[in-house]
């Protein structure tokens, strides 16, 4: 988890996720939205390779549980092939923002914070 400006965090993934390291990736984020005093958890899935059923939904969970905690989820890195996969599979992404990349999502939180 790296501290982004005051209350935003970015939460960097890298490489496959199975349920362990989705426990972890969870544990973390709600540790750094307490610890952060985060308003703000952006995910960044730009470097991981494939988001199947359990992804998305260890996905979905750690963004309802940082949810609960006060904080605002974005989701970075909806590649086409992404985007797809998680339609097909029905999950409900409903109240939870995404951007394409990185840079359009900071460029969206900067403007709004000026």
């Known amino acids: 988890m790296i501290p982004l400006l005051p209350g935003v965090v970015l939460i960097p993934l890298i490489g496959t996720i199975n349920m362990t390291r989705s426990q972890q990736i969870t544990e973390a984020t709600l540790i750094g939205v307490t610890t952060h005093r985060a308003t703000t958890?952006?995910?960044?899935?730009?470097?991981?390779?494939?988001?199947?059923?359990?992804?998305?939904q260890a996905l979905?969970?750690?963004?309802?549980?940082?949810?609960?905690?006060?904080?605002?989820?974005?989701?970075?890195g909806i590649r086409p092939e992404i985007a797809q996969s998680l339609v097909s599979?029905?999950?409900?992404?409903r109240?939870?923002?995404?951007?394409?990349?990185?840079?359009?999502?900071?460029?969206?939180?900067?403007?709004?914070?000026?």
């Open 60 to 76: 979905l969970q750690t963004t309802r549980a940082a949810t609960l905690l006060g904080a605002k989820v974005t989701l970075v």
């Open 41 to 56: 958890v952006i995910i960044d899935i730009s470097a991981v390779p494939i988001v199947d059923t359990q992804i998305a």
């Open 95 to 114: 109240g939870i923002e995404t951007h394409a990349t990185l840079a359009t999502v900071l460029a969206a939180h900067l403007k709004t914070r000026i």
């Open 89 to 93: 599979l029905g999950a409900d992404l």
